[in-house]
């Protein structure tokens, strides 16, 4: 971020990395370098050797248009014809090799993930972990490159980023021992406990195949018809009910490694262990009108965020942690059996201990070759870190690996450049669609004499992973789950009765709103017999709101203890890279402006100026002050809060032929200006101002004296108090509960 003593903050966002001209530029110069944010894989090998060349390598070259072969071209525009009105020529080389890669250049996109974002960054361990790991990047001051992606689990590529589902969040360790992935998510339990019903669970939840709708949603049929026949996936189901499903930014979500994993110390002794995510900024979401918004004003909102945040310099951190378990043969903890990826373990039971530090620090120059081809896999580990035998994990092992082979072209995937290793390579593996390597010798086998015996072996003390040699009890082949998988009610019932009245509320509307989207009565009567072996006041609301009657439980409720860590209400945390919006026009003093603007970036917060036109205020002065939005273009949703430097007459524009938002323009302020903070209020963010803050909030019905409005004569006093107010994220006093829940 900029400093409070810079002349004007630098507004994240710009294109390139230099400013463009008006006309055509026509003089000959090589590329533009990247955006000073933008950072790409390590100029590794393709078999993990490190080059030491330039990233410049990787990219473009050379000032003039050429053919992929570097024959320069002297026209782009016209196909070579027999005369300017002739057909066009067989024998054109340079349009035959454009449309040709034109019509390759995309590949199949994720079955699920499709949609997704990333970033570089780095990993630097605490050391806290060596007592139960040798993984050496977990070693204290170890810094180790990471290449992070967070996705939607059911959306196409071009799908929405805030509609409600899980997210993925998934993480490249290029260590010195070989590259590890965590491939998590940010819920912590699973729709499932066998791998084999993933194909189920996905078809069940992507669009219905006879129409390709509902897009990107959960809110349908099929989905509902699944889960409340299959009733393992309540768990999972009532967190994505809940505001967990609609995170406020990939930078203010959780990361959970979801599967028990088994960790190895040097001295042989295991131990079983959760990872976890821990963002700084703490765990925040948005309501759902707010997501509805986003979808049609910036449906890229998740991954703009992401990458502006970083060009601002307020880069997301997370903290690596760790929940540790007793390695029995029962392999449970206070009763929980640690395989069934449906259920958590409390933290106030088995506490998350920090082992490392996350930080993203550089976006990617080019999405496809970096985002798009970037292949996880949760069987790519390193030594100190082992697997158990949770049965959706065995399934991703095969899954995983699988995939890659028909999405990026064959079994040389590991050497596009962002999968590559940071650890030198000597596989024995030939050949193959895109091999990149240029191996050399001639016996690729082993045991060879003839390259002199090499590859080698190696053994635990030159660093080999050998797998835990875990005993397997005697047993008989069957297709059934143990019987500690059996309850699929008590932890969801244990995650409702950990929630905040304001979020239970919330949980309610989500079930209600996804239930009325489904045809069938028969799913949403059976959808609530789900609900009422959870809570019979939230199936009896839910049930209220589809005017249905609520059932009676099936089953005993579970008597459970509530876990205060799961919900995201009642802390505070830091408030870099949040948005404000300032709303401003010709009359608002100028020098308030610019020191409230000031103080905002000073903050590490990110200032916009909304006005009635773009351009700049005050554009005669000596120190004009940038417009960022125009009252045309802002939506609330776009701020953490809103703050006014003057009360806005209705603009040239304020009128609803050209702007539906301004309705008739009747009234004395800018009726878009009204609705950003008509919203804004209801969605309990903070809202206030200086100079004429007062009469343009009364003249949106926004009673002064409410929770989070600020006016003040000070522009300094009320950036104070604005950031004050957002370390709680909202203002949560302005969401009464009717307590009935």
Same mark, same amino acid.
């Given at each position: 971020?900029?400093?409070?003593?810079?002349?004007?903050?630098?507004?994240?966002? &710009?294109?390139?990395?230099?400013?463009?001209?008006?006309?055509?530029?026509?003089?000959?110069?090589?590329?533009?370098?990247?955006?000073?944010?933008?950072?790409?894989?390590?100029?590794?090998?393709?078999?993990?050797?490190?080059?030491?060349?330039?990233?410049?390598? &990787?990219?473009?070259?050379?000032?003039?248009?050429?053919? %992929?072969?570097?024959?320069?071209?002297?026209?782009?525009?016209?196909?070579?014809?027999?005369?300017?009105?002739?057909? +066009?020529?067989?024998?054109?080389?340079?349009?035959? *090799?454009?449309?040709?890669?034109?019509?390759?250049?995309?590949?199949?996109?994720?079955?699920?993930?499709?949609?997704?974002?990333?970033?570089?960054?780095?990993?630097?361990?605490?050391?806290?972990?060596?007592?139960?790991?040798?993984? $050496?990047?977990?070693?204290?001051? +170890?810094?180790?490159?990471?290449?992070?992606?967070?996705?939607?689990?059911?959306?196409?590529?071009?799908?929405?980023?805030?509609?409600? @589902?899980?997210?993925?969040?998934?993480?490249?360790?290029?260590?010195?021992?070989?590259?590890?992935?965590?491939?998590?998510?940010?819920?912590?339990?699973?729709?499932?406990?066998?791998?084999?019903?993933?194909?189920?669970?996905?078809?069940?939840?992507?669009?219905?195949?006879?129409?390709?709708?509902?897009?990107?949603?959960?809110?349908?049929?099929?989905?509902?018809?699944?889960?409340?026949?299959?009733?393992?996936?309540?768990?999972?189901?009532?967190?994505?009910?809940?505001?967990?499903?609609?995170?406020?930014?990939?930078?203010?979500? *959780?990361?959970?490694?979801? /599967?028990?994993?088994?960790?190895?110390?040097?001295?042989?002794?295991?131990?079983?262990?959760?990872?976890?995510?821990?963002?700084?900024?703490?765990?925040?979401?948005?309501?759902?009108?707010?997501?509805?918004?986003?979808?049609?004003?910036?449906?890229?909102?998740?991954?703009?965020?992401?990458? @502006?945040?970083?060009?601002?310099?307020?880069?997301?951190?997370?903290?690596?942690?760790?929940?540790?378990?007793?390695?029995?043969? !029962?392999?449970?903890?206070?009763?929980?059996?640690?395989?069934?990826?449906?259920?958590?373990?409390?933290?106030?039971?088995?506490?998350?201990?920090?082992?490392?530090?996350?930080?993203?620090?550089?976006?990617?120059?080019?999405?496809?070759?970096?985002?798009?081809?970037?292949?996880?896999?949760?069987? /790519?580990?390193?030594?100190?870190?082992?697997?158990?035998?949770?049965?959706?994990?065995?399934?991703?092992?095969?899954?995983?690996?699988?995939?890659?082979?028909?999405?990026?072209?064959?079994?040389?995937?590991?050497?596009?450049?962002?999968?590559?290793? /940071?650890?030198?390579?000597?596989?024995?593996?030939? @050949?193959?669609?895109?091999?990149?390597?240029?191996?050399?010798?001639?016996?690729?086998?082993?045991?060879?004499?003839?390259?002199?015996?090499?590859?080698?072996?190696?053994?635990?003390?030159?660093?080999?992973?050998?797998?835990?040699?875990?005993?397997?009890?005697?047993?008989?082949?069957?297709?059934? $789950?143990?019987?500690?998988?059996?309850? /699929?009610?008590?932890?969801?019932?244990?995650?409702?009765?950990?929630?905040?009245?304001?979020?239970?509320?919330?949980?309610?509307?989500?079930?209600?709103?996804?239930?009325?989207?489904?045809?069938?009565?028969?799913?949403?009567? &059976?959808?609530?017999?789900?609900?009422?072996?959870?809570?019979?006041?939230?199936?009896?609301?839910?049930?209220?709101?589809?005017?249905?009657?609520?059932?009676?439980?099936?089953?005993?409720?579970?008597?459970?203890?509530?876990?205060? %860590?799961?919900?995201?209400?009642?802390?505070?945390?830091?408030?870099?890279? &949040?948005?404000?919006?300032?709303?401003?026009?010709?009359?608002?003093?100028?020098?308030?402006?610019?020191?409230?603007?000031?103080?905002?970036?000073?903050?590490?917060?990110?200032?916009?100026?909304?006005?009635?036109?773009?351009?700049?205020?005050?554009?005669?002065?000596?120190?004009?002050?940038?417009?960022?939005?125009?009252?045309?273009?802002?939506?609330?949703?776009?701020?953490?809060?809103?703050?006014?430097?003057?009360?806005?007459?209705?603009?040239?524009?304020?009128?609803?032929?050209?702007?539906?938002?301004?309705?008739?323009?009747?009234?004395?302020?800018?009726?878009?200006?009204?609705?950003?903070? $008509? !919203?804004?209020?209801?969605?309990?963010?903070?809202?206030?101002?200086?100079?004429?803050?007062? !009469?343009?909030?009364?003249?949106?019905?926004?009673? +002064?004296?409410?929770?989070?409005?600020?006016?003040?004569?000070?522009?300094?006093?009320?950036?104070?108090?604005?950031?004050?107010?957002?370390?709680?994220?909202?203002?949560?006093?302005?969401?009464?509960?009717?307590?009935?829940?």
């Amino acid at each position: 971020m900029m400093s409070q003593s810079d002349p004007a903050p630098q507004i994240p966002g &710009r294109p390139g990395s230099r400013a463009p001209s008006v006309t055509e530029p026509t003089d000959p110069h090589d590329p533009l370098p990247p955006k000073p944010d933008q950072d790409g894989p390590a100029t590794q090998s393709p078999t993990g050797q490190a080059t030491g060349a330039e990233q410049s390598t &990787r990219a473009q070259a050379g000032a003039f248009l050429t053919t %992929a072969q570097g024959l320069r071209v002297p026209d782009s525009d016209h196909s070579l014809k027999a005369g300017p009105r002739g057909p +066009v020529l067989l024998q054109d080389h340079h349009l035959r *090799e454009k449309i040709t890669h034109f019509d390759h250049e995309r590949i199949p996109e994720r079955v699920v993930h499709a949609r997704g974002a990333a970033a570089h960054g780095v990993f630097r361990g605490y050391g806290t972990a060596t007592s139960v790991t040798k993984a $050496a990047f977990l070693a204290e001051g +170890v810094e180790t490159p990471v290449f992070v992606r967070f996705s939607t689990v059911l959306g196409s590529r071009g799908s929405a980023d805030t509609v409600r @589902d899980t997210r993925g969040f998934a993480t490249k360790f290029y260590t010195s021992e070989g590259v590890f992935d965590l491939v998590g998510n940010n819920i912590p339990v699973f729709f499932i406990q066998d791998a084999i019903k993933f194909p189920d669970v996905i078809h069940a939840g992507k669009p219905h195949p006879d129409r390709e709708i509902p897009q990107a949603q959960s809110a349908h049929d099929t989905f509902w018809d699944f889960v409340s026949l299959h009733t393992e996936a309540t768990h999972h189901t009532i967190w994505n009910m809940s505001d967990r499903g609609i995170p406020r930014s990939f930078r203010t979500m *959780e990361g959970f490694g979801v /599967h028990t994993f088994r960790l190895v110390a040097a001295d042989g002794s295991t131990t079983l262990v959760k990872f976890h995510w821990k963002p700084k900024a703490g765990v925040h979401s948005l309501v759902w009108e707010e997501a509805q918004l986003i979808n049609g004003m910036d449906p890229d909102f998740h991954r703009r965020d992401l990458a @502006d945040a970083i060009e601002a310099g307020a880069f997301p951190q997370w903290e690596f942690g760790i929940q540790t378990f007793p390695d029995t043969p !029962e392999q449970t903890f206070e009763g929980i059996d640690l395989l069934d990826p449906t259920k958590i373990v409390p933290e106030e039971l088995a506490p998350v201990q920090p082992i490392g530090l996350l930080t993203l620090n550089a976006n990617p120059k080019n999405f496809f070759a970096e985002t798009e081809q970037v292949a996880f896999h949760p069987g /790519h580990l390193v030594p100190g870190i082992d697997l158990t035998d949770d049965p959706l994990l065995a399934g991703r092992l095969f899954s995983y690996l699988d995939t890659q082979i028909t999405r990026l072209g064959g079994p040389n995937f590991a050497q596009i450049p962002i999968n590559r290793t /940071h650890a030198p390579i000597n596989d024995m593996q030939r @050949d193959g669609f895109h091999q990149d390597a240029v191996h050399t010798g001639v016996a690729p086998y082993r045991p060879n004499s003839l390259d002199g015996g090499c590859p080698f072996l190696a053994g635990a003390d030159a660093g080999a992973y050998v797998e835990t040699p875990v005993a397997v009890p005697a047993a008989t082949k069957v297709r059934e $789950a143990p019987a500690s998988f059996d309850d /699929h009610f008590g932890q969801a019932r244990l995650f409702w009765l950990s929630l905040s009245d304001v979020e239970r509320e919330h949980v309610v509307g989500a079930y209600t709103f996804e239930l009325a989207k489904c045809y069938e009565d028969a799913v949403r009567e &059976r959808a609530l017999g789900v609900l009422a072996n959870v809570d019979e006041h939230l199936c009896a609301a839910v049930a209220a709101g589809l005017g249905l009657p609520a059932p009676a439980p099936t089953k005993p409720t579970a008597s459970v203890r509530p876990s205060p %860590a799961l919900s995201q209400v009642g802390g505070t945390w830091p408030v870099a890279g &949040r948005v404000v919006g300032i709303v401003a026009d010709e009359g608002s003093d100028l020098g308030a402006l610019r020191a409230a603007r000031d103080a905002i970036a000073g903050a590490d917060m990110v200032p916009l100026i909304i006005a009635p036109t773009g351009g700049a205020l005050g554009g005669s002065s000596a120190e004009p002050v940038p417009v960022q939005r125009t009252f045309a273009a802002a939506r609330s949703v776009e701020f953490d809060a809103v703050l006014l430097a003057s009360a806005p007459a209705p603009a040239a524009d304020a009128y609803g032929a050209r702007d539906a938002k301004a309705g008739s323009g009747t009234g004395e302020l800018d009726p878009r200006v009204a609705l950003i903070l $008509a !919203e804004a209020y209801r969605h309990a963010k903070v809202v206030g101002g200086w100079s004429t803050a007062g !009469e343009a909030l009364a003249a949106a019905g926004i009673p +002064v004296d409410s929770p989070g409005v600020l006016v003040e004569n000070d522009p300094a006093a009320v950036v104070d108090a604005t950031a004050r107010l957002l370390a709680t994220h909202r203002v949560w006093e302005r969401f009464p509960s009717t307590g009935q829940l």
